[in-house]
Structures are given as structure tokens and as C-alpha cells.
């Protein structure tokens, strides 16, 4: 089945602690990217890659970092998370820049 | 700067009666066009694109949405509504390097 996997899908941690969220895709997909989810803001881009070894910032990058070093997978990584980092996150990928995006069913990620 | 508006926080509307959830944008270039819609603890599912060609494009489920250039534009319409279109319906922007722009989303309410 084709999809888009993140873990965890839930994860309560506390203010500095490192934290990564895997994403991957089976499709085969050049394009992947990861988005915040927060209610009256609709999702935003934090980064992007439109293929290995290249990323690039979307509209609210600070305090995550990405890679890519592998085609199927793009982890997001928050290495001193904090509360307003508190928030739904999607990650998404897509075979060409003009096709749609295959959402995961999100990580819901809570910084006490 | 960037942006794509979806002017209705939430929109009613009558099982049978037609429905239009309104986008309107402000990217430079010919960005691309989509709907998604978001189910509760779900991420988002593609509805329909436009990418060039006829300003009305049909899409999943019974969706079409009408492109106006002059306007920025991409209205969702529907001609009849059902209950289970119930959900939260977001208006998203592309331009040609990936970066992604959102609304804020619309939700939509159909009465039996």
C-alpha cells in the first residue's frame, strides 16, 4: 500500500530534550516536505527537499533541522524542543512539484 | 509578502443544497492549485488540482473548483452537499520551487 509513515504518532517530552520524527514514503517520491498543523493557522511548511542532499526553508524553519540522505526518508529533528514547538505535525511527499501531496497521519508532538 | 486566504472560518450548509468553500491567493508566477480536505485525526487527502488548462476543474467526490486569474481565485463548489462531507477543507498554493503556502482552512457543516 503506498503511504507515508511517521512515528511516534504521539509524544509528550519535556523543554531541551532532543527529539526526532521519522518520516518515510514507499512511492518513491523526489518531493518531501514537513508542515505544523495549528488551529487558526492552517499547516505551514517548516522544510522541504526535493531530492537527496538537497533541502531547503520553508515559512517556519527555526528551531527544527531535516535531512535526506536517503530517497524514502526525511526526519525532522527539534534538538532543544520547546512549548510553542507544541503542535501537530504533518509529513508529506509528492512524485513532482505539480502533483499532489501524500500525507502521514501526523505526529502529535506535546513540550512541557 | 505570500499569502492564500480562506475568508469563512466555517460554512453551513443543507444536505442537497450546492456548497462553495472560497480561496483566494496572492503568489507571484503560475503557482500551482489544490484542495485538500482533513478528516478528525487524519492527515490531509487530495481532492482536486489545477495546474493549467480549463478554469473548471472536477476532482474526488463529486468536487469541481473554478480558477479566475483575474480574481486569484480557486473556489470549491459542490452542486449537491452530503453529511459526510462534513470536515475541514484547506486551499493550498504552490509555486514552482515546491515552497508551499496554506489557508487556514474552512469547515464545512452539512446539515441532514
Known amino acids: 500500500e503506498a503511504q507515508v509513515t511517521q512515528n511516534p504518532r504521539y509524544l509528550i517530552t519535556v523543554t531541551g530534550k532532543k527529539l526526532t520524527v521519522t518520516c518515510s514514503q514507499n512511492?518513491?517520491?523526489?518531493?518531501m516536505s514537513w508542515y505544523r498543523q495549528d488551529p487558526g493557522l492552517g499547516l505551514r511548511q517548516i522544510y522541504y527537499?526535493?531530492?537527496?542532499?538537497?533541502?531547503d526553508k520553508g515559512d517556519v524553519p527555526e528551531g527544527y533541522k531535516v535531512s535526506r540522505k536517503e530517497k524514502r526518508n526525511f526526519p525532522l529533528i527539534l534538538e532543544s524542543p520547546s512549548p510553542n514547538q507544541t503542535s501537530l505535525y504533518f509529513c508529506?511527499?509528492?512524485?513532482?512539484?505539480?502533483?499532489?501531496?501524500?500525507f502521514g497521519d501526523g505526529t502529535r508532538l506535546s513540550i512541557l | 509578502a505570500q499569502s492564500v486566504a480562506q475568508p469563512e472560518d466555517q460554512v453551513n450548509v443543507a444536505e442537497g443544497n450546492p456548497l462553495t468553500v472560497k480561496c483566494t491567493y496572492s503568489?507571484?508566477?503560475?503557482?500551482?492549485l489544490f484542495w485538500y480536505v482533513q478528516y478528525p485525526n487524519r492527515g490531509l487527502q487530495f481532492l482536486l488540482k489545477?495546474?493549467?488548462?480549463?478554469?473548471l476543474v472536477k476532482g474526488s467526490y463529486g468536487f469541481e473548483a473554478e480558477f479566475n486569474k483575474s480574481q486569484t481565485s480557486f473556489h470549491l463548489k459542490k452542486p449537491s452537499a452530503l453529511v459526510s462531507d462534513s470536515a475541514l477543507y484547506f486551499c493550498?498554493?504552490?509555486?514552482?520551487?515546491?515552497?508551499?503556502?496554506f489557508g487556514a482552512g474552512t469547515r464545512l457543516f452539512v446539515k441532514a
Open positions: 489545477y495546474i493549467t488548462g480549463d478554469n
Open positions: 503568489v507571484s508566477g503560475n503557482p500551482y
Open positions: 512511492m518513491n517520491h523526489e518531493y
Open positions: 508529506a511527499s509528492s512524485l513532482e512539484g505539480n502533483q499532489p501531496q501524500h
Open positions: 493550498a498554493v504552490r509555486d514552482r520551487g515546491f515552497k508551499t503556502i
Open positions: 527537499s526535493m531530492n537527496v542532499e538537497v533541502t
